[in-house]
C-alpha cells in the first residue's frame, strides 16, 4: 500500500471513529441517530448489492431507507407500528411491481430489514439503557473499541502467526491464531475497560471487570461469525467490498459488520448477565424479588 493510500485510509477511518465518539458523547439521542445513519446507508448498500445502482429504482430504494429507519426507532415504541405498515406497504408494491422476479427483490429487501435494521434498533436500545442506568453512553463506545481491538489483534497474529485456517471456503485469510489472539486482546481490554472504573464502563452491572471480561469472549465470537456472514454473502456475489463509501475501507457493511452481530449477541448477554445477578443477590437478600 503507497503512501497516498495509507494516508486516504487513516483520514476516512479517523473520521469514521470520530462519528462514533461523538455519537456516543451525545448520549442516547446520539446513538440513535449513528443507529439511523448506520441503518439508511446499510440498507441500501445492501440492496445495491444484490440490485445494482440504486438510482435505477429510486423509489424503493428511498422505501426500504424509511423502513430501516421506523425499524431503528422502534426504541420509541410507536414506530414499530409504522413499520408494520411499512411492511403491508413493501407486499402492495410487490404486488404491482413488473420486474421479472418482485418476490426475490422483496425478499433481499426484507432481508435487509432484519439484518441491518434490526441490530440497529437494539442498538438504539442499548443507549437508551445505558443514559437510564449509568448516566451516559460511553458504555456503547466500549462495544465498538472491543470489536476494533478484536480486529486489529486477529489481524497482527494471523499475519504473523497464522498457520491454520479458520474457515477457507468463506474467508481464505482468517486463521485460528488470529482468531485465539484477537479474543485474549479483547478480553485483556474488557478487563482493563473494567479496572479503569472509568465513563467507559458502566452502573449496575456487578464485578465490572468480570462483566468486561465475559463481553470480551461475547464480542470476539460475534465479530468473527459477523464478519464470515458478510463475507459469504460477498463471495456468492463476486464481489470484493461492499460498496466505495469510505474511501480505504470499502462499504458501510464492511465496516459495522462485526457490529450487526455483536448487538444482538451483547443484548442477550446483558439479558442472562443480569438475570444472573439478581438471582445471586437473591440468595443473600430474598427481598431482592419481592413485588413492591
Known amino acids: 500500500m503507497d503512501a497516498k493510500s495509507t494516508i486516504v485510509r487513516a483520514s476516512s477511518g479517523s473520521v469514521y471513529v470520530l462519528i462514533i465518539i461523538l455519537a456516543c458523547w451525545a448520549g442516547s439521542v446520539g446513538v440513535t441517530l449513528l443507529s439511523c445513519l448506520f441503518a439508511i446507508l446499510g440498507i441500501i448498500e445492501f440492496r445495491k448489492m444484490r440490485f445494482g445502482d440504486p438510482g435505477k429504482n429510486l423509489f424503493i430504494a428511498a422505501y426500504d431507507a424509511i423502513g430501516g429507519i421506523l425499524l431503528t426507532l422502534s426504541v420509541y415504541i410507536y414506530p414499530i407500528f409504522f413499520w408494520l405498515l411499512w411492511v403491508i406497504g413493501r407486499m402492495i408494491i410487490t404486488i404491482y411491481s413488473r420486474n421479472d422476479h418482485p418476490e426475490k427483490e422483496f ?153 450487526l452481530m455483536v448487538v444482538p449477541a451483547m443484548v442477550v448477554f446483558v439479558a442472562f448477565y443480569a438475570m444472573m445477578i439478581v438471582s445471586v443477590l437473591s440468595v443473600y437478600d430474598p427481598s431482592v424479588l419481592a413485588l413492591n
Open 107 to 259: 425478499a433481499v429487501d426484507m432481508a435487509g430489514q432484519v439484518y441491518i435494521g434490526l441490530p440497529m434498533a437494539l442498538l438504539a436500545a442499548l443507549g437508551s439503557l445505558c443514559e437510564d442506568y449509568c448516566g451516559s453512553c460511553m458504555p456503547i463506545l466500549s462495544i465498538f473499541i472491543l470489536i476494533w481491538v478484536n480486529d486489529t489483534g486477529a489481524f497482527l497474529f494471523g499475519s504473523t502467526l497464522g498457520r491454520h485456517k479458520l474457515f477457507p471456503r468463506v474467508s481464505p485469510k482468517k486463521s485460528w491464531e488470529g482468531f485465539w489472539g484477537g479474543c485474549l486482546l479483547t478480553i485483556g481490554a474488557g478487563i482493563l475497560i473494567g479496572a479503569l472504573n472509568s465513563p467507559l464502563s458502566a452502573e449496575y452491572i456487578g464485578n465490572k471487570m468480570l462483566f468486561w471480561g465475559m463481553s470480551g469472549v461475547v464480542i470476539c465470537v460475534a465479530s468473527t461469525f459477523g464478519d464470515l456472514f458478510e463475507s459469504v454473502i460477498k463471495r456468492n456475489l463476486h464481489i470484493k467490498d461492499s460498496g466505495n463509501l469510505i474511501p480505504g475501507h470499502g462499504g458501510i457493511l464492511d465496516r459495522i459488520d462485526s457490529l
